[in-house]
């Protein structure tokens, strides 16, 4: 069964940048769509970010979210620019053998146990 690994976050100042990085450790992600997910307490999970296997992705954080793929290393990437104290949240990658119908929660099927990013001075 595919397993996600989600590293990368921490606490971070407004502003700030970090790089969220999700891999299966034994498992190659070229075939397969990967979405990134946020939860803030007391908050449902919304969509980030989501990549197909040919690289075409869809962002809700446009402007200064990128998420980019790298099937060599087997990781698909968040970079997260500017970052804000309302993108504090436990982010979470996805991962479901593509073409999925939306960038949703409710279309994959694999999940990681998620690493929380908070923005705060």
């Known amino acids: 069964q595919l397993q996600l690994v989600e590293s990368g976050g921490g606490l971070v100042q407004p502003g700030g940048s970090l790089r969220l990085s999700c891999a299966a450790p034994g498992f190659t992600l070229d075939d397969y769509v990967i979405g990134w997910f946020r939860q803030a307490p007391g908050k449902e999970r919304e969509w980030v970010s989501c990549?197909?296997?040919?690289?075409r992705h869809t962002n809700s954080v446009s402007g200064r979210f990128t998420i980019s793929r790298d099937n060599v290393k087997k990781t698909v990437y968040l970079q997260m620019n500017g970052l804000k104290p309302e993108d504090t949240g436990v982010y979470y990658c996805?991962?479901?053998?593509?073409?999925?119908?939306?960038?949703?929660?409710?279309?994959?099927?694999?999940w990681g146990q998620g690493t929380q990013v908070t923005v705060s001075s």
């Open positions: 990549i197909s296997s040919s690289g």
């Open positions: 996805a991962a479901e053998r593509g073409p999925v119908a939306s960038c949703s929660a409710h279309s994959f099927y694999s």
